[in-house]
């Protein structure tokens, strides 16, 4: 039968069969482009099983460790988190057009190049295996010669006082990972954080182009001596794009940085991240997490000596008890476990409550706030080590603290433990102190403070040593001075000239001494007081003032 314009069925038919045909191949072209991403963990995974590589922690109980501290490339990239909250189209917007342009660009997982960054060459850093011993892979940087006259290059410029001429170096070697490190401390003391963030990140692009063909982010079995100063460059590399992280909201990323820090050498946990690792896991409200890593690691870890531990557990199962889809028996022991938990956290660690209540603006009850056991000889009785680990965890997770629901829950165990010692409970009295030291006032002062290194070992491991200088006129001040001077071109040590008289020599004392009180005190109110956006979120029931009753 032939149509008014000229067609029959049997063409009708045939163009009908080759477009479906024709749509059918570009859907699975389609699906099969957008699925690509997500096969590459599962890809990934399935090699390294393959290499007879396992996903196990050395030194823990469990047989199945991956949910400890397992981490996924995925969740290294903040975009991952950021679509969560805001939806794929308000993150990348027309992205993908400009990135589909970029061409030769080698595909890593911690930092993407940007079109900004100058061309990369390979600035003389190698990754080399030492051994595989019990299942674990042993890795090292390595630095070439070309490499370590820069390095040498580099120290010349920070002894120089003068950031320009760091600045220089890093123009002609623009990926010279210590530069990189330097000058990103620079630009964050002037403020400029999304410079300090770049350099970082270049860093880390630095650093993951020279991995090692068996070094995996994921695995959990790749090990870094941090003893090695080419190793502790990595490592606070990683830290840092952590913390930036959380001031960009994305505290479920961070998380994942935190797990890589810890997952490089867990054994000797080098930059503390298990002082951290709770206050990330409960920001981003993974509960079962932080409680698996507890119940895995107490055993030979003895977390629950840790403050940040005995108050974060137990706050994890108050939060999961108050879930809505969770089974009432279930929310009963997650509730009693919880209730428990926080009244010997407050017998342990008396010395949280009040400064906990003091940034949450809350006014406690005259009968708690008067009583001997929280009262001031509370915080008096301290050592200087348990005071600081106490300030760390109230100035990160006071906010956490604030919530209505948590502040009642808080009241009622409080009273419960106030009843616990006024009626002599034998568990209440006496419990051994933590007998945890971080750092002394001493190790601080008098070891070398320098932002690409910032108190290394006492036992690190040197490769290689920088060659003396014959021409170096001899000084008199301290590696520290040398690095406030480094951050303060105006800052001046010596006064003026060598034949300055006895005042020019008090003024620079009394200089000195104020410029290092300064920044003594912003660092720690740095330390203490770190704040994190918070991201969004659909309730929010914080109040500016509260008080018991």
């Given at each position: 039968v032939e149509k008014p314009d000229g067609t029959d069925d049997a063409g009708l038919e045939k163009n009908d069969n080759r477009d479906t045909e024709e749509n059918q191949q570009k859907e699975e072209e389609r699906a099969t482009k957008d699925g690509a991403d997500d096969d590459i963990d599962a890809l990934l995974e399935t090699i390294e099983q393959s290499n007879g590589v396992t996903v196990q922690n050395a030194g823990c109980g469990?047989?199945?460790?991956?949910s400890v501290i397992y981490?996924?490339?995925?969740?290294?990239?903040?975009?991952?988190?950021?679509?969560?909250?805001?939806?794929?189209?308000?993150?990348?917007?027309?992205?993908?057009?400009?990135?589909?342009?970029r061409q030769f660009h080698r595909s890593t997982w911690m930092a993407s190049p940007k079109d900004t960054w100058p061309r990369f060459s390979r600035p003389g850093i190698s990754m080399t295996l030492l051994q595989s011993k019990d299942g674990l892979q042993y890795f090292t940087f390595e630095h070439s010669r070309d490499y370590q006259q820069v390095q040498f290059k580099f120290l010349d410029a920070v002894e120089s006082m003068d950031p320009n001429n760091i600045v220089t170096l890093l123009q002609m070697n623009p990926y010279h990972i210590d530069s990189l490190l330097q000058l990103s401390d620079v630009c964050r003391i002037q403020e400029d954080q999304e410079m300090a963030r770049d350099l970082i990140e270049r860093a880390l692009y630095s650093f993951e182009c020279a991995f090692h063909p068996l070094f995996s982010l994921t695995s959990g079995t790749c090990?870094?001596?941090?003893?090695?100063?080419?190793?502790?460059?990595?490592?606070?590399?990683?830290?840092?794009?952590?913390?930036?992280?959380?001031k960009r909201g994305c505290p479920r990323t961070a998380l994942e940085y935190c797990r890589l820090i810890l997952s490089l050498d867990p054994d000797s946990d080098p930059l503390c991240m298990l002082l951290l690792i709770d206050f990330l896991?409960?920001?981003?409200?993974?509960?079962?997490?932080?409680?698996r890593l507890y119940q895995d690691w107490e055993e030979y870890r003895n977390l629950s000596q840790l403050p940040n531990f005995a108050f974060s557990v137990a706050l994890s199962h108050f939060h999961l008890?108050?879930?809505?889809?969770?089974?009432?028996?279930?929310s009963e022991k997650h509730r009693h476990k919880a209730d428990l938990m926080l009244q010997n956290a407050l017998i342990m660690f008396p010395g949280v409550l009040m400064p906990l209540l003091d940034l949450c603006t809350v006014q406690p009850d005259a009968a708690v706030s008067s009583h001997a056991f929280f009262g001031p000889k509370s915080q008096m009785g301290q050592s200087?080590?348990?005071?600081?680990?106490?300030?760390?965890?109230?100035g990160r997770t006071h906010t956490l603290w604030r919530e209505g629901g948590v502040m009642l829950w808080l009241e009622q165990?409080?009273?419960?433990?106030?009843?616990?010692?006024?009626?002599k409970d034998p568990l209440a009295f006496p419990l051994s102190v933590i007998s945890f030291f971080v750092l002394s006032p001493q190790d601080v002062t008098t070891q070398p403070v320098m932002g690409f290194d910032p108190l290394p070992p006492l036992d690190s491991v040197i490769s290689y040593s920088r060659p003396q200088r014959q021409n170096a006129r001899p000084s008199n001040e301290s590696t520290l001075s040398l690095f406030f001077r480094s951050l303060l071109p105006n800052f001046n040590l010596q006064?003026?000239?060598?034949?300055?008289d006895d005042m020019e020599v008090a003024r620079a004392g009394r200089e000195l001494n104020q410029e290092v009180n300064r920044l003594m005190v912003a660092m720690r109110d740095m330390l203490a007081n770190i704040q994190f956006q918070e991201p969004p979120r659909e309730d929010n029931h914080d109040t500016d003032e509260e008080e018991w009753d």
């Open positions: 469990s047989s199945d460790n991956r981490v996924e490339h995925r969740n290294l990239n903040p975009e991952t988190e950021l679509k969560r909250y805001f939806g794929a189209r308000a993150v990348l917007g027309d992205q993908r057009p400009r990135q589909r342009q090990r870094l001596d941090y003893l090695r100063p080419e190793n502790r460059a990595f490592y606070l590399a990683v830290y840092k794009h952590m913390m930036f992280l959380e896991t409960l920001r981003s409200r993974e509960y079962h997490s932080l409680l008890s108050e879930q809505e889809d969770i089974d009432p028996e279930e200087p080590a348990l005071a600081e680990l106490i300030g760390l965890y109230v165990c409080v009273k419960q433990v106030l009843h616990r010692v006024d009626t006064g003026g000239p060598r034949q300055e």
